[in-house]
């Protein structure tokens, strides 16, 4: 579904992400974990296209198809959708970005789908705000998550969605993300913390990135290690 | 000297009065005269151009699904016209000048809300003025169905100042919407507006303002909304003007009063624009937020006020936001909090900036091309206050918001 073939960013003159590649395989979740600063938001944000995180070597293909040099909402188009890790505040109703997305993504489909999905995200009352306007951490990863359901995605890039949020939170948003990939949606998943793994019905590769480059990439039974010991351990497999 | 006489003496010592705020104009430029008659007795008979314009505005030339109608050119009243149920309910609509030959309980109404010495621009109404509409709902109506006001400009030159007083009784309720336009290159649109809103009545004030690049106009209102009423008023200025200036005051004089104000309005060209509202909260327990939302290109310059005053318990918000889309364009906000009760609960926020990169980015992730996504922001930006709106009005209002995004966008 996804290829990442041996990608360089750049963020100006800065190289942030080192010769990544990754392959994800339809209705398959791969976990990206590692420290602060390692790279690993710059390498979704470059998967999506956002401008300022330059692919400056390798290749991005979705179903065999190069979409390197696409714009973000062409790939968009395709069915990449990011939940972004802090998105900005939009000065837009919330009520509106989603009535929008309804119109891009399911034209002719009832108004009730989008209201069974915005009470299954508890979102009802932040309809009325400005898009991340007063939003606590755990609303913006539950509104993130829902603009990216909406997209119809068949990768979905998941920016830290169990960064700050309660625990019940976080087993809600699995148990979606895993109803997600079981439509046959791939997922690629940062994640800080890693609880969120537990939680997940399937988690096929983990990865690990260490100053802009994978070190590792493997099982995920040794999260409960990473997560107990650090990222010293990996020197020691 | 009658009532009306001293009204006029009153008025002739404020023929000088300039305004606070706005630019001044010299309105011994604009003609007085009454115009000519026409012998034109339905919108649909309208001169081609005015009809367009009255389409584009909303207004409903078939008279299908209103409840009835106003419609005066220049100084001329054509049409007065109200359905035969709410003609037989007691409901009137009729020009103001006629009103008061007809009801003597009228001139309880004439300049009571608006002293007629405000400034220059109500004095010379009083003096000079003609018609304006009167409205009338008896108690326990409802007037849903919306009931339109048309005040259309057609001759080169000429001064309209008209005064409008509506009155809806206890319990009653109207959907007013207006539309105002100018065709010639040279005008002056004055419009006083008395609201009279009785104990449990409402009303929905619907005006949209549809000028051109010379003209200059004076919107004089002030709502006096009494126990349980409520006061919904929805500005909506869509095209370029050379300057406006209003500051339409709410009055909530009794308990549980409500008044909301929106105003959405683009600046364009060199546009000079001075809106805003007040809500003063005299009764216990009123409620009340004036929201405006302003689009501003070109190098146009547009002052938001907004003002609050609490004198007993009361809660009240302004919100008051604007959206430079051009490099020269200016925006102020200046909201005021007054509070001399301690029971008084007011809040405000303001912002004016231009569209982030950062939003921009963030939407075309989501899939929309840049050009959309500056669309779907302007756009968005100005969706406020329409929740408030009958059902009837929010699918033309909707169509009139896409208008102002895409003239805003240019």
């Known amino acids: ?237 | 000297m009658d009532w009306k006489e001293i009204l006029k003496e009153i008025a002739r010592k404020a023929l000088n009065k300039k305004a606070p705020y706005g630019i001044d104009i010299d309105l011994s430029k604009y003609s007085w005269e009454v115009s000519e008659n026409v012998d034109i007795d339905s919108l649909k008979a309208l001169p081609k151009p005015l009809l367009e314009r009255s389409k584009a505005m909303g207004v409903d030339v078939d008279e299908k699904s209103v409840s009835g109608t106003y419609l005066q050119l220049d100084t001329n009243v054509l049409r007065t016209y109200i359905t035969e149920k709410f003609k037989n309910y007691g409901v009137h609509v009729m020009s103001v000048e006629d009103a008061i030959k007809k009801f003597d309980w009228v001139r309880n109404y004439y300049w009571k809300a608006i002293p007629v010495d405000l400034d220059k621009y109500t004095a010379i109404t009083e003096l000079y003025g003609r018609h304006g509409y009167f409205i009338y709902v008896p108690p326990g109506v409802k007037v849903r169905e919306p009931l339109q006001a048309c005040l259309f400009i057609h001759r080169e030159g000429t001064a309209q100042a008209v005064h409008n007083i509506i009155v809806v009784d206890e319990d009653a309720e109207l959907n007013l919407m207006t539309a105002c336009t100018a065709l010639p290159t040279k005008a002056i649109h004055i419009g006083v507006s008395e609201f009279y809103i009785k104990r449990n009545a409402k009303l929905t004030f619907t005006m949209v303002h549809y000028w051109g690049p010379t003209h200059h106009v004076r919107p004089r209102a002030t709502a006096i909304v009494e126990e349980g009423g409520l006061f919904i008023n929805y500005y909506i200025h869509m095209a370029p003007v050379r300057s406006l200036q209003m500051f339409p005051t709410a009055i909530l004089k009794g308990a549980n009063a409500q008044a909301y104000l929106t105003t959405i309005l683009v600046g364009s060209r060199d546009a000079h624009i001075d809106v805003g509202g007040r809500i003063v909260f005299k009764g216990v327990d009123t409620r009340g937020e004036i929201s405006s939302r302003s689009l501003i290109r070109d190098s146009a310059h547009v002052t938001m006020r907004g003002e609050l005053i609490g004198e007993t318990q009361s809660r009240g918000h302004i919100d008051c936001k604007g959206l430079l889309l051009s490099p020269k364009s200016v925006g102020e906000a200046i909201p005021v909090l007054k509070s001399i009760n301690e029971s008084a609960e007011l809040t405000h926020e303001a912002a004016i900036g231009r569209i982030s990169r950062d939003e921009l980015e963030y939407l075309m992730s989501k899939g929309f091309t840049e050009e959309e996504a500056v669309s779907l922001i302007v756009r968005g930006f100005l969706e406020v206050g329409i929740e408030r709106l009958p059902p009837q009005l929010r699918k033309y209002v909707g169509n009139v918001l896409d208008m102002i995004t895409r003239y805003a966008k240019g």
């Open chain 1, 1 to 237: 579904m996804l290829r990442v073939k041996y990608v360089t960013v750049a963020v100006d003159d800065l190289i942030v992400v080192r010769d990544a590649s990754l392959s994800i395989g339809t209705g398959e979740i791969h976990i990206m974990m590692g420290p602060n600063g390692a790279g690993k938001s710059s390498l979704l944000k470059a998967i999506m296209g956002i401008s300022g995180y330059k692919v400056i070597k390798g290749s991005i293909l979705l179903n065999g198809k190069d979409i390197t040099d696409l714009k973000p909402h062409e790939r968009a188009k395709l069915g990449i959708a990011l939940a972004h890790q802090n998105p900005p505040k939009v000065r837009v109703k919330s009520r509106y970005i989603l009535t929008k997305l309804m119109e891009l993504y399911h034209k002719g489909k009832t108004d009730e789908y989008l209201r069974e999905l915005i009470k299954e995200f508890n979102v009802e009352h932040l309809l009325d705000r400005e898009l991340y306007s007063g939003f606590s951490g755990g609303e913006i990863k539950r509104f993130e998550l829902l603009t990216a359901i909406l997209q119809k995605p068949r990768v979905c890039l998941l920016d830290e969605p169990d960064s700050g949020v309660d625990i019940d939170t976080i087993r809600k948003l699995a148990t979606i993300i895993s109803r997600l990939v079981n439509d046959g949606t791939s997922v690629l998943l940062v994640t800080h913390v890693g609880h969120i793994v537990k939680y997940l019905s399937r988690a096929d590769v983990l990865y690990v990135m260490v100053n802009g480059r994978i070190i590792y990439r493997g099982d995920v039974s040794i999260i409960p290690r990473l997560l107990e010991r650090g990222y010293q351990i990996l020197t020691e497999l």
